[in-house]
Every structure is written in C-alpha cells, then in structure tokens.
C-alpha cells in the first residue's frame, strides 16, 4: 500500500468518525497501556515481553508535534497508533 493510500484510508474513517459525533480523542480516565515492542509484535515464534505506553505522554508529546513538526520521529507513529486505538474502541462502542 502506499502512503497515499494509507492517507486516504485514515481520512476516510477520520471522516466516518466525525459522522457518528465524534470530534476528539478522549482519553477518560485511561492513561496506561499495554504495548509489544519491535520487532517483537511480529514475530510469532515467541511470547512477547511486554511494555507499558502512557496515553497522556502520547497526547503531550503529539500536541508539540503539531507546532514542532520537525521533532516527528517513528515513536509518534505508536503514539498516533495509539489514540487511532482509542477512537475505535469509541467507535466500536
């Protein structure tokens, strides 16, 4: 898939939220996570150790990115990854 694809897909469900109501990402009262590391998320052929993410981080940090775009590093992926996982535990109800 290429990014332009991929941009298009997360549009479209940005879209689909918007048209249930929702505006943002709310975090409630959730702050930690469960996360599997890379490479581990991928491989199979063991049990994955696990880490803890902090959603509140994630929106601190994701917030400077927005006026500091040149700070964007592959961490704010997992960090978007993250709240795209909020919005479709909202979504899914």
């Given at each position: 898939?290429?990014?332009?694809?991929?941009?298009?897909?997360?549009?479209?469900?940005?879209?689909?939220?918007?048209?249930?109501?929702?505006?943002?990402?709310?975090?409630?009262?959730?702050?930690?996570?469960?996360?599997?590391?890379?490479?581990?998320?991928?491989?199979?052929?063991?049990?994955?150790?696990l880490t803890v993410?902090?959603?509140?981080?994630?929106?601190?940090?994701?917030?400077?990115?927005?006026?500091?775009?040149?700070?964007?590093?592959?961490?704010?992926?997992?960090?978007?990854?993250?709240?795209?996982?909020?919005?479709?535990?909202?979504?899914?109800?």
């Amino acid at each position: 898939m290429t990014l332009e694809a991929l941009e298009q897909c997360i549009s479209q469900l940005l879209a689909l939220a918007r048209s249930r109501g929702i505006e943002e990402v709310d975090t409630g009262e959730r702050d930690y996570y469960w996360n599997v590391p890379s490479p581990e998320w991928v491989d199979m052929t063991k049990q994955p150790q696990l880490t803890v993410g902090s959603l509140d981080d994630d929106l601190v940090e994701l917030n400077k990115l927005r006026t500091q775009p040149e700070r964007a590093s592959s961490v704010d992926f997992e960090r978007v990854a993250a709240m795209l996982r909020l919005l479709s535990d909202k979504l899914s109800g």
